[in-house]
T-cell receptor, first 113, second 116 residues
């Protein structure tokens, strides 16, 4: 069964450092999402891509977060500089068409110390 | 803005019994989609069931079924014959139908424990 690949699975970084996460969606899925899930809460959308274009990044803290999806395939989410409050699970998901729900990756657990 | 509320932070059920998880939502849209996702300790979110708001018939997937009350904006999940593998965090989610924004709005989740 096709999967959404994410790496790394865990990341510990010191505050003020830069950190990056990678996501490879299911082949052929044009829509890619990055969600942030703080412990004990539901995921919140950070950014949605349709192919290589950003559809929604209204909740992305643009002063420190950036996301790109060059060539409309895999994607990278970057945080610079990291803050203690950025500790969370970062989930990537992809879909062919949103009505049928997404396929999520296993996530990257970020701890900022 | 749409909101999704799950009023039960934790629930428990005996193996083989039935449990119902509650979800309410707020929206001004008439057409939308609702989902239940399961997040086991291994972390990957898995789609359990979905419901299109224009469909009156409640969705069913094997042991999982929903009670969709559009007027009351309620979308509960019933798990029958609960199994140990059903233990997980369950999230209710909403998606509007407009445009190309397929953003899901999630509730805070309900942690389900299944007791042997």
């Amino acid at each position: 069964e096709a999967e959404v690949a994410q790496s790394p699975r865990y990341k510990i970084t010191e505050k003020s450092q830069a950190v990056a996460f990678w996501c490879d969606p299911i082949s052929g899925h044009a829509t890619l999402y990055w969600y942030r899930q703080i412990l004990g809460q539901g995921p919140e959308l950070l950014v949605q891509f349709q192919d290589e274009s950003v559809v929604d990044d209204s909740q992305l803290p643009k002063d420190r977060f950036s996301a790109e999806r060059l060539k409309g395939v895999d994607s990278t989410l970057k945080i610079q500089p990291a803050e203690l409050g950025d500790s969370a699970m970062y989930l990537c998901a992809s879909s062919l068409e949103g009505a049928y729900g997404y396929t999520f990756g296993s996530g990257t657990r970020l701890t900022v110390v | 803005a749409q909101t999704v509320t799950q009023s039960q932070p934790e629930m428990s059920v005996q193996e083989a019994e039935t449990v119902t998880l509650s979800c309410t939502y707020d929206t001004s849209e008439s057409d939308y989609y609702l989902f239940w996702y399961k997040q086991p300790p291994s972390r990957q979110m898995i789609l359990v069931i979905r419901q299109e708001a224009y469909k009156q018939q409640n969705a069913t997937e094997n042991r999982f079924s929903v009670n969709f009350q559009k007027a009351a904006k309620s979308f509960s999940l019933k798990i029958s014959d609960s199994q140990l593998g059903d233990a997980a965090m369950y999230f209710c989610a909403y998606r509007g139908s407009g445009g190309s924004n397929y953003k899901l709005t999630f509730g805070k989740g309900t942690l389900l424990t299944v007791n042997p």
